[in-house]
């Protein structure tokens, strides 16, 4: 059984490949400080799919605006099943 697309947004690298390969997603925001093997494959998903990339200054930034009160290097706002 396909697992379902979140509403709203999801956070943390995983998260956001699952959500760029599987759901429709309307951006994909990645700290510009998060190491590049960790968002790299999310980079090429996103730049084969034709989402947005918003780049966020800092991880610690970016979770902050995902109400984390960790550092993030990634989020998706998911908007639908695919």
Do not use: F, S
């Amino acid at each position: 059984m396909a697992e379902q697309c979140p509403p709203k947004r999801v956070v943390g690298a995983k998260q956001t490949l699952k959500a760029v390969l599987n759901c429709k997603v309307a951006q994909v925001y990645i700290a510009k400080d998060a190491e590049e093997h960790v968002v790299k494959k999310i980079k090429e998903a996103c730049e084969e799919k034709g989402i947005k990339i918003v780049y966020i200054d800092t991880m610690k930034e970016l979770g902050r605006m995902c109400g984390i009160d960790v550092g993030a290097a990634t989020a998706a706002d998911v908007i639908g099943e695919r």
